[in-house]
């Protein structure tokens, strides 16, 4: 044994171990988790945590699932891993059929990445050799939205808000694409869209794609936004010679109400990206998928081989417990469990809003947003949430809940009855 207790595992992570966005030197605290069943996450000190987050939009069945934790035994009997370069398996021909048949019809082609940020990487790759294959080589950028979040590796990064995203740090090595403002829709149906056809006048012969989460950006802000926004962007993409590049790796899986976003604006993307809930929460794997078109475009030249190939590409563990997770999907009411939980959430969160320190309140199927007016202290709240026995990760002004999808109504009303609770205490 390496720790004699807790507190002792605990002081070696605090001191060695580095968690998502944490200084190494003024490390927040972590909260220790012995294990996890259902929406409940159980704490080393006994205690149960309600768990607002799906850990991180991922585990829309829960946690501990017998459905998927037999999918992983059954493949672990057969092989865990092998490389995917001159050899396949049926895990991962499986779910791109799989893919191929929930996605819409015009994407056909499937490329299984590692993790989301991969996945985005690859869908830039795919987009810039579409147009080098066809002699467009000047266009190599992308255009993009502020607010955005599309993942941490330096292409994902190049992407994402250029303030939240830091951009600044790391001038002169992150790749300058082109932004403009976050999408805004007035309930009289008008946007700001025109800000993106200023931007193909100006440089369509640049630009090879432009990148944007549907409806929903998440991590960048837990902004919403209208179908008529994306149905313009479809538009304007066709008449300036853009790819179309949707990142559903947030949104995909039933959580706005559709399992994709984009069927909410009945437009197809050029390519577009997967992740997080594709495992129900329980690996890393994400996808890459793209139509005929853009296919056939990348082999113009006669070359033609998509330049990405990571080791664990198609992981057979993974594949197979996606497989079971959309399965499992597929065979719920999954349609009507994210309705009542948009209602459900309308119903207990709106009195939010009367609230001093409140900005907005907004939902939108299975997600509820809480914006203040002001950034909260991460740590004192975490901590009053621990305490109302909720998992609930606030950041900057934004106290925000997405609960796996199995979520009964009374677990939901503790989630939604501690925001309102420690909000209200904020507010006094
Ligand atoms: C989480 C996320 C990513 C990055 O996925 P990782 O698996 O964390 O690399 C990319 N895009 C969107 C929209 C995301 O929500």
Same mark, same amino acid.
């Given at each position: ?8 595992w605990?002081?070696?992570d ?28 159980k704490?080393a ?73 991969v996945a ?56 300058e ?14 946007n700001? =869209?025109?800000?993106? /056809?200023? %931007? @193909?006048?100006l ?8 990148? #944007?989460?549907?409806? !929903? ?120 469990? =994210?309705?009542?939980? /948009?209602? %459900? @959430? ?10 001093? #320190?409140?900005?907005? !309140? ?28 909720v ?38």
């Amino acid at each position: 044994m390496f720790f004699q207790n807790t507190s002792d595992w605990l002081e070696f992570d605090k001191n060695h171990l580095w968690h998502p966005y944490t200084s190494m030197t003024e490390p927040l605290p972590t909260y220790p988790v012995e294990s996890a069943h259902g929406v409940k996450l159980k704490l080393a000190d006994g205690r149960e945590l309600i768990d607002g987050m799906s850990s991180w939009w991922a585990a829309i069945h829960g946690y501990n699932h017998p459905v998927l934790n037999a999918a992983v035994q059954h493949q672990l009997q057969l092989m865990s891993h092998i490389m995917f370069g001159g050899l396949t398996h049926l895990p991962a021909v499986t779910l791109a059929k799989k893919l191929i048949d929930m996605a819409a019809e015009p994407l056909q082609h499937v490329f299984l990445a590692d993790s989301g940020s991969v996945a985005v990487e690859v869908a830039i790759k795919m987009a810039i050799q579409y147009w080098y294959a066809q002699g467009k080589v000047q266009k190599q950028k992308l255009l993009t939205v502020r607010n955005g979040y599309h993942g941490d590796t330096l292409g994902g990064m190049s992407v994402c808000d250029p303030v939240n995203g830091m951009h600044k740090m790391f001038q002169g090595v992150l790749p300058e694409h082109f932004f403009v403002d976050a999408p805004t829709c007035s309930i009289d149906g008008s946007n700001n =869209i025109n800000a993106v /056809e200023e %931007q @193909l006048k100006l440089h369509q012969h640049e630009i090879a794609a432009i990148i #944007i989460e549907p409806l !929903v950006q998440g991590a960048g802000g837990m902004r919403f936004y209208c179908i008529e926004y994306l149905q313009q962007l479809r538009v304007l993409c066709d008449e300036y010679d853009v790819l179309l590049i949707l990142d559903e790796i947030a949104t995909g899986f039933g959580r706005t109400g559709t399992l994709f976003a984009y069927e909410q604006a009945d437009i197809v993307p050029d390519i577009l990206c997967l992740g997080k809930a594709l495992t129900g929460g329980y690996m890393t794997l994400a996808a890459t998928m793209t139509t005929a078109k853009v296919v056939q475009g990348i082999s113009a030249d006669g070359v033609g081989v998509l330049m990405h190939g990571p080791t664990f590409m198609a992981n057979p563990l993974a594949c197979q417990v996606a497989n079971a997770s959309i399965d499992l999907l597929l065979a719920s009411p999954w349609e009507k469990m =994210i309705k009542k939980i /948009e209602a %459900q @959430l309308q119903d207990e969160l709106s009195i939010c809003q009367e609230l001093s #320190i409140v900005e907005e !309140v907004r939902i939108k199927g299975a997600i509820g947003v809480v914006e203040l007016k002001e950034s909260v202290d991460m740590k004192a709240m975490q901590a009053s949430f621990v305490k109302e026995g909720v998992w609930i990760r606030p950041f900057n002004k934004l106290v925000y809940i997405m609960p796996p999808y199995i979520i009964q109504a009374n677990d939901l009303t503790t989630l939604t009855g501690a925001m309102y609770k420690v909000l209200k205490r904020l507010a006094a």
